[in-house]
């Protein structure tokens, strides 16, 4: 979401000096001074993230860490406290995170709502039990932290890190920029996050991202930041990239925006990620919302998150999708042009009885009916790096 | 060629008009992937939206510097809407319009003027 500030009231990151040295085109973004492009622009940053590695400065959002106040000792029995702290939030198993893993989920409203999306992290050192690694939207981490907080009450200190730099490397070639500078790193599995050294100081680094490619996201202390992104950008595979081309990569994924494709009137289920939801936990009727979770999970949702391949103009959000017949179904809630697939497409919420592959639809694009095919999600295949012998869940 | 604020440009040749964008608003936009041009016969009034050009990003409206009859529209950039970044100022061209008024060229600024306006923007 952007928010509109005068500039001298907007928040700088740590690399905001270095994106203006390198000619980056500057716009206010969720209450911070952020690059939405560089030089080459936004089509050809996404191309190159595709084909290449793609350097992000999204140091704007919200990681943090949230710790017991008191730790047993028992790595287990730490983990499943600390667990219990944030479960009662979100509609993830986070009890069941393995050491050295990492998890999408939803914070939820009592109605079921998606309040944010975020990652949640256990550490892989016993000594680290009873300690989350947690990233939010940058948009919603006031709400986010003092929500986490308040539910921790006594028990958990929530500490924020987002005075630090938060960097992705993605892309194919992502693996083999950042291992050079910092060996090791290529080992990490995809959903997975671990120390490394780094220049005498320590980065949290996990293998994850928001483009469907291959890649990392670095938590650096802000000193080391400035350093951090000059090495990577000294290696020629490697180019800057703005948060116009995170957008286009994101929605090519088929990753849902906080926002604009989910919002606190949507459900994990109608939002088409009920693989965020523990089913453990929706048996167990432990979740925010779990009358209409299981509703939802019984009959169906009133209406699906779907993708769609546009004809002519793109359909960007706020585009009415309609039947063939013209009958209103839903609402366009992020849409483009997509630089790899040549086409426009877009993402919106339609009944489920017209959500399958294949379904023909309309859009409507200033006044006229264009057509709009529904595709399966992701537009562009995901290339995670995930462990031969033990594949995700996620699909 | 004549100018407007708005960063169209006009060339006239006897009473037709080609029109396009300036290099400065392609530049602006960033890649066009996609142009939406009137179909020949249309009227068009001066200072309305004439035709809309697509970045990635965005949509952005072009508007109609003068009044007239579009008599033809640039199919080129159906297939090849990049023209527009890559000759804004010749093989970018958007439409052409038969003008029903040549005093309203005349009010349009000229080069000088219009790189002048650049700098104080």
């Given at each position: 979401?952007?928010?509109?500030?005068?500039?001298?009231?907007?928040?700088?990151?740590?690399?905001?000096?270095?994106?203006?040295?390198?000619?980056?085109?500057?716009?206010?973004?969720?209450?911070?001074?952020?690059?939405?492009?560089?030089?080459?622009?936004?089509?050809?940053?996404?191309?190159?993230?595709?084909?290449?590695?793609?350097?992000?400065?999204?140091?704007?959002?919200?990681?943090?860490?949230?710790?017991?106040?008191?730790?047993?000792?028992?790595?287990?029995?730490?983990?499943?406290?600390?667990?219990?702290?944030?479960?009662?939030?979100?509609?993830?198993?986070?009890?069941?995170?393995?050491?050295?893993?990492?998890?999408?989920?939803?914070?939820?409203?009592?109605?079921?709502g998606i309040i944010d999306d975020l990652m949640v992290g256990r550490p892989a050192a016993d000594g680290r039990q009873g300690e989350l690694y947690l990233v939010v939207n940058a948009a919603t981490k006031?709400?986010?932290?003092?929500?986490?907080?308040?539910?921790?009450?006594?028990?958990?200190?929530?500490?924020?890190?987002?005075?630090?730099?938060?960097?992705?490397?993605?892309?194919?070639?992502?693996?083999?920029?950042?291992?050079?500078?910092?060996?090791?790193?290529?080992?990490?599995?995809?959903?997975?996050?671990?120390?490394?050294?780094?220049?005498?100081?320590?980065?949290?680094?996990?293998?994850?991202?928001?483009?469907?490619?291959?890649?990392?996201?670095?938590?650096?202390?802000?000193?080391?930041?400035?350093?951090?992104?000059?090495?990577?950008?000294?290696?020629?595979?490697?180019?800057?990239?703005?948060?116009?081309?995170?957008?286009?990569?994101?929605?090519?994924?088929?990753?849902?925006?906080?926002?604009?494709?989910?919002?606190?009137?949507?459900?994990?289920?109608?939002?088409?990620?009920?693989?965020?939801?523990?089913?453990?936990?929706?048996?167990?009727?432990?979740?925010?919302?779990?009358?209409?979770?299981?509703?939802?999970?019984?009959?169906?949702?009133?209406?699906?998150?779907?993708?769609?391949?546009?004809?002519?103009?793109?359909?960007?959000?706020?585009?009415?999708?309609?039947?063939?017949?013209?009958?209103?179904?839903?609402?366009?809630?992020?849409?483009?042009?997509?630089?790899?697939?040549?086409?426009?497409?877009?993402?919106?919420?339609?009944?489920?009885?017209?959500?399958?592959?294949?379904?023909?639809?309309?859009?409507?694009?200033?006044?006229?009916?264009?057509?709009?095919?529904?595709?399966?999600?992701?537009?562009?295949?995901?290339?995670?790096?995930?462990?031969?012998?033990?594949?995700?869940?996620?699909? | 060629?004549?100018?407007?604020?708005?960063?169209?440009?006009?060339?006239?040749?006897?009473?037709?008009?080609?029109?396009?964008?300036?290099?400065?608003?392609?530049?602006?936009?960033?890649?066009?992937?996609?142009?939406?041009?009137?179909?020949?016969?249309?009227?068009?009034?001066?200072?309305?939206?004439?035709?809309?050009?697509?970045?990635?990003?965005?949509?952005?409206?072009?508007?109609?510097?003068?009044?007239?009859?579009?008599?033809?529209?640039?199919?080129?950039?159906?297939?090849?809407?990049?023209?527009?970044?890559?000759?804004?100022?010749?093989?970018?061209?958007?439409?052409?319009?038969?003008?029903?008024?040549?005093?309203?060229?005349?009010?349009?600024?000229?080069?000088?003027?219009?790189?002048?306006?650049?700098?104080?923007?």
């Amino acid at each position: 979401m952007t928010t509109a500030l005068a500039a001298d009231t907007l928040l700088s990151t740590p690399l905001s000096a270095a994106h203006r040295l390198r000619g980056a085109r500057m716009t206010p973004f969720a209450g911070y001074d952020m690059p939405v492009s560089y030089a080459a622009g936004v089509l050809k940053e996404h191309l190159w993230t595709r084909a290449h590695a793609g350097l992000f400065d999204v140091s704007h959002m919200g990681p943090a860490f949230l710790s017991l106040t008191a730790r047993s000792g028992d790595p287990a029995a730490d983990h499943a406290r600390v667990s219990a702290l944030i479960e009662p939030l979100i509609c993830g198993d986070i009890a069941g995170l393995a050491p050295g893993r990492l998890r999408y989920t939803l914070l939820l409203n009592a109605q079921g709502g998606i309040i944010d999306d975020l990652m949640v992290g256990r550490p892989a050192a016993d000594g680290r039990q009873g300690e989350l690694y947690l990233v939010v939207n940058a948009a919603t981490k006031p709400e986010d932290f003092a929500l986490i907080a308040e539910a921790a009450g006594a028990k958990g200190r929530l500490t924020r890190a987002d005075d630090g730099a938060l960097i992705a490397v993605q892309g194919p070639e992502a693996a083999a920029v950042l291992d050079g500078l910092i060996p090791g790193v290529g080992d990490l599995s995809f959903m997975s996050f671990a120390p490394f050294g780094f220049e005498g100081e320590s980065l949290l680094i996990s293998r994850s991202g928001y483009t469907g490619e291959d890649g990392f996201e670095i938590l650096s202390p802000a000193s080391l930041a400035q350093t951090l992104w000059e090495r990577l950008l000294a290696d020629e595979r490697a180019w800057p990239i703005g948060l116009g081309a995170r957008d286009s990569l994101r929605l090519e994924a088929g990753l849902p925006l906080y926002g604009h494709d989910i919002d606190a009137t949507t459900s994990p289920l109608e939002a088409n990620l009920a693989f965020a939801v523990s089913k453990r936990r929706l048996k167990a009727s432990t979740l925010r919302g779990a009358a209409r979770l299981a509703k939802e999970a019984a009959e169906g949702p009133s209406r699906l998150r779907i993708g769609l391949k546009v004809e002519g103009a793109p359909a960007r959000e706020g585009a009415e999708i309609t039947g063939v017949d013209g009958a209103p179904l839903g609402l366009v809630t992020s849409g483009g042009f997509s630089p790899s697939l040549g086409t426009p497409i877009a993402m919106g919420y339609a009944p489920p009885a017209l959500a399958a592959p294949d379904t023909d639809l309309r859009v409507t694009v200033r006044g006229r009916a264009q057509g709009a095919r529904v595709v399966a999600m992701p537009f562009f295949p995901h290339r995670y790096h995930r462990p031969t012998t033990k594949p995700e869940t996620r699909p | 060629m004549r100018f407007t604020k708005d960063h169209e440009w006009v060339e006239m040749e006897g009473e037709i008009a080609t029109v396009g964008i300036t290099a400065y608003a392609a530049e602006q936009l960033g890649d066009v992937v996609f142009v939406e041009l009137p179909t020949p016969g249309a009227t068009l009034k001066a200072g309305a939206e004439m035709a809309v050009v697509e970045s990635v990003k965005a949509a952005s409206d072009v508007y109609a510097p003068i009044s007239g009859e579009v008599t033809a529209a640039n199919a080129e950039l159906t297939d090849n809407p990049q023209s527009v970044n890559d000759a804004p100022e010749n093989g970018g061209w958007l439409v052409k319009i038969k003008i029903a008024d040549p005093a309203q060229v005349e009010s349009l600024m000229d080069r000088d003027a219009y790189e002048a306006h650049l700098r104080s923007l």
